[in-house]
């Protein structure tokens, strides 16, 4: 069965600042892998994926991520933070080899944003 | 907006009591999925359904139950409820083609049981 680790619970950075946030999975083969956002009272937008190829993944909102195989890790960077970033992100993990497409989804990071 | 929608978007009832929760997906999406999203528990896969088949069941209790109607819409039914499925509830849906794999998440329901 997949797994999905998100090491920091709770993450504060300055406006402007770079951002990086943690994704390690444990999975048999090269999984699907994304990254959501959710903001307060909200429910979940997917901010990118990856299935395959350019292990670089750009998404919406300035956010990128790099499926590192090496690392089972496909981190979440963003070179400058805005305010209206500060919400909690999920990794999550897709099965590739069976049917079964329900995705397994890490603790969650919550991005604070200091002025 | 991701297309997918859920009613209630609050819900409060009492211990013992059953609610039901609907979810419509995007238009052409035939796979609905429900989570659960508990602060202990985290994010965790209930049910999934392809064309009103079930299609995958993950940690979900035997006191909740759902299905998919013709028209592509899920409900989730809660029976004998405890306080500790107090949840949001969310629905997803995604198309079912081969290398479209990405999940759409509605809004999800607030589950409130005293």
């Known amino acids: 069965a997949q797994s999905v680790t998100q090491p920091d619970i709770h993450i504060t950075v300055s406006e402007g600042a770079s951002l990086e946030l943690r994704c390690n999975y444990s999975y048999g083969a090269t999984p699907y892998l994304f990254w959501y956002v959710q903001s307060p009272g909200q429910g979940l937008q997917l901010l990118l994926k990856?299935?395959?190829?350019?292990?670089l993944v750009q998404g919406i909102k300035g956010f990128e991520a790099e499926f590192k195989r090496s690392q089972s890790s496909f981190n979440l960077r963003k070179p400058s933070v805005h305010w209206s970033d500060a919400a909690e992100y999920f990794c999550a993990v897709g099965a590739r080899d069976t049917g079964r497409r329900a995705l397994t989804f890490g603790s969650g990071t919550r991005l604070q944003v200091q002025p | 907006d991701s297309g997918v929608t859920q009613t209630p978007k609050h819900l409060i009832t009492a211990t013992g009591q059953r609610v039901t929760l609907r979810c419509s997906p995007r238009s052409g999406d035939l796979s609905v999925y429900w989570y659960q999203q508990s602060l202990d528990q985290g994010l965790q896969f209930l049910i999934q359904y392809y064309n009103g088949e079930e299609r995958a069941k993950g940690n979900i209790l035997e006191r909740f139950s759902a299905q998919q109607f013709p028209d592509l819409h899920s409900e989730l039914n809660l029976s004998s409820l405890e306080l500790g499925d107090s949840a949001l509830y969310f629905c997803?849906?995604?198309?079912?083609?081969?290398?479209?794999?990405?999940?759409?998440f509605g809004p999800g329901t607030r589950l409130t049981v005293t």
């Open positions: 990856y299935f395959s190829g350019d292990t």
């Open positions: 997803a849906s995604s198309v079912a083609a081969r290398d479209s794999y990405e999940q759409y």
